[in-house]
């Protein structure tokens, strides 16, 4: 599946055949481009006693994320056409309980609450001081707006702020981010555990929507333009004490193709 750009395999895994200690190099296996299937994601839908399901999520790289946003758009869409769950759902993830609505292609979903905001730290990047916001929308993520998005280079200055001592130990996914009007952005993202540019990043969106309202640079809802041209919109309420609420992350999640893994894919 797709979800404006992230690509996913989803597999219902409701009736298990891999063992939790498999799933790390099974993910890395199967998440080769031009090797095997090729995603920037592999996701296990699985039963729940606490929510209508719940999911185990590898990056391309074989890491486990707490958290993906066009990953979980992707989830609800793929359970629900699958009879697992109703329109309106919430299933489990380890950044916490998400809920979800499909709507045809679209899915709405409401993010987990934002945390760990820290704005106006300077990193430099070609030996040029720039000022870095942060924010945990599920992820870590970094913010950097810049004025032309389409010369940035992300891969070399993604990998900068992923590896930063800022971030450490756990690095951080890195969005470059161009505002193109009142309520519009565009969003580069370099996503840690694909170590590269995606053509979207779920998290990544909601993270830059939400810095560009604490700034003053946007005010919600906000479009986000993705680096594979798509939209996603990003809804959120501005507090007092720059605390955030009501943030929903809604976009298309379309499917690719059903198939079944061969032996040699791995």
């Known amino acids: 599946?797709?979800?404006?750009?992230?690509?996913?395999?989803?597999?219902?895994?409701?009736?298990?055949?891999?063992?939790?200690?498999?799933?790390?190099?099974?993910?890395?296996?199967?998440?080769?481009?031009?090797?095997?299937?090729?995603?920037?994601?592999?996701?296990?839908?699985?039963?729940?006693?606490?929510?209508?399901?719940?999911?185990?999520?590898?990056?391309?790289?074989?890491?486990?994320?707490?958290?993906?946003?066009?990953?979980?758009?992707?989830?609800?869409?793929?359970?629900?056409?699958?009879?697992?769950?109703?329109?309106?759902?919430?299933?489990?993830?380890?950044?916490?309980?998400?809920?979800?609505?499909?709507?045809?292609?679209?899915?709405?979903?409401?993010m987990t609450p934002p945390e760990n905001l820290i704005l106006h730290q300077e990193v430099h990047l070609d030996d040029t001081p720039w000022l870095i916001h942060s924010l945990n929308t599920g992820v870590p993520h970094a913010v950097c707006f810049v004025e032309d998005n389409k010369d940035t280079p992300i891969c070399q200055w993604g990998a900068t702020i992923r590896y930063h001592d800022l971030y450490q130990p756990a690095g951080s996914n890195a969005n470059f981010v161009e505002v193109l009007g009142p309520d519009f952005l565009h969003v580069r993202t370099y996503e840690r555990g694909v170590e590269d540019e995606t053509m979207a990043c779920g998290t990544g969106a909601v993270a830059s929507a939400i810095i560009g309202g604490l700034l003053g640079l946007v005010s919600g809802p906000v479009k986000v333009k993705t680096s594979g041209g798509e939209m996603l919109k990003i809804h959120f309420t501005l507090e007092e004490e720059q605390k955030v609420s009501g943030v929903f992350l809604e976009g298309p999640a379309q499917f690719i193709y059903d198939g079944h893994l061969q032996e040699e894919a791995l």
């Open 1 to 110: 599946m797709s979800g404006t750009g992230n690509d996913f395999i989803i597999i219902d895994h409701r009736t298990p055949f891999l063992a939790k200690e498999e799933m790390s190099g099974f993910a890395k296996a199967i998440c080769r481009r031009k090797f095997s299937v090729g995603a920037d994601g592999l996701i296990f839908i699985e039963n729940s006693d606490k929510a209508d399901f719940r999911w185990q999520f590898y990056n391309a790289d074989g890491s486990e994320a707490e958290m993906c946003g066009n990953g979980a758009r992707c989830a609800a869409r793929f359970a629900h056409s699958r009879g697992i769950v109703p329109a309106k759902m919430r299933f489990l993830t380890v950044a916490g309980e998400i809920r979800a609505e499909v709507a045809g292609e679209s899915v709405k979903l409401e």
